[in-house]
């Protein structure tokens, strides 16, 4: 079974199944395949075919407890009448444009700030990254209670501060108070993401071109325009698309602290899909919910791999 | 625990109009699955709690009358007089029937219901939308659904 | 050292200071929420950043001995455990096929993988509701146990590669030369090395399950089923009573582990999230 053993003296007549299999399996063209196998079959079964059927059923009038047929894209067409989901169309950009630009600027910001030399580092960056590690749903639990029409804590704060007028804003009860929430609490959950990734391309920099810069004459801004964002640009570019897909697609937040909002203003895809397709059952319908994901995941798949991605595998 | 809301707040049933009282009720089944392990007891169960007039009252009154039922017999039940309050659920004269009557239930009907398009009409209507353009919403996006 | 650089450095900590608020506010509500006794829960006049009547454990045991909160962190512990147990072993060969060996397709099969990672689960649980269904896990904590891995094996998978990258290959082709097959390169040569890379993807796999939310709010329903997320969530609202205390001490409790592990793990944790940028 060895390779490279020189001089073998001589050859059995017949080589049992587990040689003949072990030595297959040193091969790479044979344990590549077999290696990968499992994680390809998981995949297929549960992530391809789901999608094939989920193209399935929005094309479908599937419901719950009947058997379907085909209707063509009439799914889709009677979506654009409803207007939950005119207004959930508009609800996942603004959402995902706010929380994204929002987490954008902190992040950098907080990163730049981290890259500084600072005591208690360690202490700092596990105080800053506590938010994204600890279980969403349990964690919007908390921002519920701080946002609740009677006793918000945020309220009560504003109040004392002198920033709000008695009662203090509604914020789940109110239309853009309550998509307000939402970002808040994903901007509190995401930032982290970003720091800790901005943080590891700064830290990246040679600080050879800071100091090239400054000998050329270069203030802080300078710098930073021409040094630290063009350098910054591929860590960048990988967490806002990444950001991007999983902001567009939340469905803890929303769920948990509105489920939908107010007159339908925070509700996104997922939870809109949720509604129409599990809990009244027209899972066509809910099919075709979900799938309008679809666009936006294939063009955060194009850009990645076409701008962001350099190695090939 | 009382809070001092509790004080400035009562029950009123739907309002009525010149054809009646209507209201909806959810209509309750009882049901044992094929494949239940415990089919017998649970039989006996019913039979027990529904069987008999006694069980039955304990049932209404330990529920506050949250779930006393819309037999007209039962209107009168001694649960309505534990508190000052529960004398404006008194339901003389109503109609009861299941969600979008007079349409037939059916999944349109579920979907309406699930979209809550009547709770976000009023909502629209308390915080700033004219009434008649809420109304006039609220029966476009139902006429949508029922359209199919 | 100077003292111009001292007082940057202290306006750097100052700058710092609305962020931290901002990062840990939330914990230090939720648990003080947790410790308040009712009375002072309610009260519209109190002052709700300290608790000023006394400290109280009733909303502890009261979700410990009235509700199945013990049943739902067993669940979760289990499906977690065996997910993440199954997702590394499945992601570490993938990966060491990847990252390593040649053979048909391995570009493509490479990206693929990595952008399932892509595909929300937002989109997938409507029909994966059916699949579950059809393999006969509807309304089962096993349910949970198949589908995790769809996501956290192409998570892992793409982080080991970056790990067994690391990993020089003339280590192995050594150890190959000296008589050992591949498979026996791999697992006493290659994978010792790359403990750390192991034990970081084990950390992340651990930390997305627990957190999972759609999934287990789909494909389980009865009380002894659910993990803790759920549960807490939807068990500790009873019609239109809200719990508040014991909503609180909930999430603190069902918190527990994922921040147990945080604290003695946390350069893992920051290694890993780093480990997508850069590599």
């Not at chain 2, 039940?77 to 979008?100: F, I, M, N, R, S």
């Not at chain 3, 901002?22 to 309610?42: I, R």
Request: hydrophobic content about 50%.
């Amino acid at each position: 079974m060895a390779i490279g053993r020189v001089g073998v003296a001589a050859v059995p007549a017949r080589v049992s199944l587990r040689a003949r299999v072990g030595n297959l399996l040193d091969r790479e063209e044979w344990l590549g395949p077999v290696f990968v196998s499992p994680a390809l079959f998981l995949l297929l079964l549960l992530v391809a075919y789901p999608f094939c059927m989920a193209l399935y059923f929005s094309v479908s009038n599937a419901f719950i407890g009947r058997p379907s047929h085909f209707i063509g894209i009439r799914n889709f067409v009677n979506l654009w009448g409803s207007d939950a989901f005119r207004q959930t169309f508009q609800n996942a950009f603004v959402f995902t444009g706010a929380a994204v630009g929002f987490k954008l600027v902190l992040g950098l910001s907080l990163a730049m700030i981290l890259n500084q030399p600072l005591w208690f580092k360690r202490l700092i960056r596990g105080a800053v990254l506590l938010p994204w590690v600890i279980p969403t749903a349990l964690s919007t639990l908390g921002w519920w209670w701080m946002f609740n029409s009677l006793y918000s804590v945020v309220n009560w704060t504003g109040l004392a501060l002198g920033l709000m007028d008695p009662p203090g804003p509604n914020w789940l009860g109110q239309r853009y108070y309550a998509m307000t929430a939402v970002v808040v609490v994903n901007i509190w959950r995401g930032l982290p993401f970003f720091v800790i990734t901005i943080l590891a391309g700064l830290v990246s920099i040679p600080r050879e071109l800071y100091e090239a810069a400054e000998a050329d004459g270069a203030g802080p801004v300078a710098r930073f325009w021409h040094v630290t964002l063009p350098l910054l640009k591929p860590v960048l570019g990988i967490v806002v698309l990444f950001s991007t897909i999983f902001t567009f697609s939340d469905f803890n937040i929303v769920y948990v602290l509105t489920h939908g909002g107010p007159i339908n203003s925070t509700h996104l895809f997922a939870t809109l899909a949720r509604q129409v397709g599990l809990e009244t059952g027209r899972i066509g319908e809910g099919a075709a919910i979900s799938l309008y994901l679809f666009p936006v995941l294939m063009i955060v798949v194009w850009a990645q791999l076409r701008f962001v991605r350099k190695q090939a595998y | 625990m009382k809070l001092p809301t509790a004080d400035t707040i009562n029950h009123h049933r739907t309002p009525g109009g010149p054809a009646g009282r209507h209201e909806t009720d959810v209509p309750r089944h009882i049901a044992i699955w094929k494949f239940s392990k415990n089919a017998e007891p649970a039989k006996e169960f019913i039979r027990y709690l529904l069987g008999k007039r006694e069980v039955y009252d304990e049932y209404i009154m330990s529920a506050d009358a949250f779930n006393l039922p819309v037999y007209e017999k039962l209107q009168d039940h001694p649960v309505l007089k534990t508190d000052p309050k529960y004398a404006g659920l008194k339901a003389e004269g109503v109609q009861y029937h299941c969600y979008g009557w007079p349409a037939p239930p059916s999944d349109k009907v579920q979907l309406i219901t699930n979209s809550f398009i009547m709770p976000n009409m009023i909502a629209k209507a308390v915080t700033g939308t004219p009434t008649k353009d809420a109304i006039v919403w609220a029966e476009n996006e139902m006429k949508k659904i029922v359209a199919g | 050292m100077t003292r111009r650089k001292l007082t940057q450095r202290i306006a750097m900590h100052l700058l710092l200071v609305p962020f931290l608020i901002f990062a840990l506010f939330p914990f230090y509500h939720m648990a003080l929420t947790s410790l308040k006794q009712n009375k002072e829960l309610y009260d519209r006049n109190a002052v709700p950043l300290l608790i000023t009547k006394g400290p109280t454990l009733e909303h502890y045991t009261k979700l410990l001995w009235d509700t199945a909160f013990l049943t739902w962190t067993k669940n979760s512990l289990l499906v977690t455990v065996l997910s993440t147990f199954v997702s590394l072993v499945i992601g570490t060969i993938a990966a060491y096929a990847l990252s390593r060996l040649k053979f048909f397709a391995v570009g493509t099969l490479g990206t693929g993988i990595f952008v399932t990672y892509l595909v929300p689960t937002s989109l997938l649980f409507l029909p994966l509701a059916q699949v579950v269904n059809w393999l006969g896990l509807g309304d089962s904590k096993w349910a949970l146990v198949v589908t995790y891995p769809t996501f956290l094996v192409p998570f892992c998978t793409w982080l080991l590669m970056g790990y067994f990258r690391t990993v020089p290959k003339e280590v192995e082709e050594c150890a190959m030369v000296d008589g050992a097959t591949r498979i026996q390169a791999l697992w006493r040569i290659v994978l010792p090395i790359a403990v750390p890379g192991l034990v970081c993807a084990a950390l992340f796999a651990f930390t997305l399950s627990w957190n999972e939310f759609i999934y287990a709010l789909t494909f389980t329903s009865s009380s002894d089923q659910i993990t803790a997320s759920v549960g807490v969530t939807s068990e500790l609202i009873r019609g239109d009573i809200y719990y508040w205390g014991s909503l609180m001490a909930g999430a603190v409790l069902a918190s527990v582990p994922i921040v147990v592990l945080y604290v003695f793990f946390l350069d893992y944790y920051v290694s890993g999230l780093t480990a997508g940028a850069i590599k």
